[in-house]
């Protein structure tokens, strides 16, 4: 098996806020495949979005510890300095983020928002030439009139627009490595179903890997080749989608998938009882076991480790065996 584009290994994210240091990242373990397509769930505060800004080292400035390995085809990212990382971005590392209003410049034309894209690969590149290639790519991801669109201001498109502007110059980064967090939350449901079918169009032209980041497991399972499951901080489940969602090994897994098929009877919506655990007060043991139906003393007392399952999967259940 070909070795990962990207190895995380023990990666901790902790940071200062008023009622004490927040554990964000608890010693996250995960590989990001050569040309797949990652998955990465969760609820709200598990630490997915969190993951991605440690890959692009884009961090708030309250953190107060940033550890562990996170080897980028054999480069350790959290080893290079502010400089050399910022080379990094919007050449081998982009990403769409989720709300393309605060993530574009307001103050500037999309046209040369994304000539500055391109002029980070190719600097001597003549702006009439930019932009010939921006057009070009506003056509891929199917803009009407794109020409006409480079003249525009971030405010005067839709919002399903902005979002394939963003999509647009994540791509013309020609990245290794494509990091979309939540590209489709701050859509109304007809553009949601647009860009969807735009990714599953594009992801067969794109050569590099992505890392989707969603709550919504039936995208993922529709995109994605890989999954990660995560909680409280931590990794809890990992491997090849079409088994992971077939026979989840982890209760949280389960549980999510109940909530996506809506499994609560009665034509009654399924929900996850209890509350996400709190950063700043973990729990000592297992991050799910306050609200896991089979926990046992354990759980509760001793944090299992991701052990490896069969089919290239892993999970962080002291008893994972028993959901196989």
């Known amino acids: 098996m070909d070795a990962p584009l990207v190895r995380i290994r023990d990666l901790v994210l902790e940071a200062a806020t008023a009622r004490g240091t927040a554990r964000i990242l608890r010693g996250v373990d995960l590989d ?61 590392i982009a990403m769409i983020f989720q709300d393309p209003m605060t993530a574009l410049n307001p103050v500037f034309t999309i046209g040369t928002q994304m000539v500055d894209v391109i002029r980070r690969r190719d600097p001597g590149l003549p702006r009439a030439a930019a932009l010939d290639r921006a057009e070009t790519m506003l056509r891929r991801v199917a803009i009407a009139d794109p020409r006409a669109r480079l003249s525009a201001y971030p405010h ?26 939540e590209p489709t939350t701050a859509l109304d449901a007809t553009v949601e179903a647009q860009i969807v079918a735009l990714l599953e169009e594009l992801r067969s032209d794109f050569a590099g890997s992505i890392v989707l980041i969603s709550h919504h497991l039936g995208l993922v399972a529709q995109l994605c080749d890989d999954l990660a499951v995560m909680y409280g901080g931590r990794v809890v489940e990992t491997g090849p989608v079409a088994p992971v969602i077939a026979a989840p ?19 009654r919506l399924a929900s996850i009882p209890g509350d996400v655990p709190d950063p700043v007060a973990p729990p000592p043991g297992c991050v799910f076991a306050p609200r896991c139906p089979r926990a046992e003393a354990r759980c509760a007392a001793e944090p299992p480790a991701l052990r490896a399952a069969s089919e290239g999967r892993a999970a962080a259940c002291h008893f994972f065996e028993e959901w196989s």
């Open 156 to 181: 005067q498109l839709s919002g399903g627009m902005r979002q394939r502007a963003m999509i647009a110059m994540a791509l013309l980064a020609g990245p290794d490595l494509l990091l979309a967090d």
């Open 249 to 267: 090994r982890h209760p949280y897994t389960r549980a999510l998938l109940a909530c996506e098929i809506g499994e609560g009877g009665e034509g």
């Open 32 to 92: 990001i495949g050569r040309g797949r397509i990652l998955g990465v769930v969760g609820e709200s505060g598990s630490g997915k979005s969190s993951l991605a800004a440690c890959l692009l080292r884009l961090l708030p400035g309250n953190v107060t510890r940033l550890s562990g390995e996170v080897a980028f085809d054999g480069t350790d990212l959290l080893a290079l300095d502010p400089a050399a990382m910022a080379a990094w971005r919007g050449t081998r």
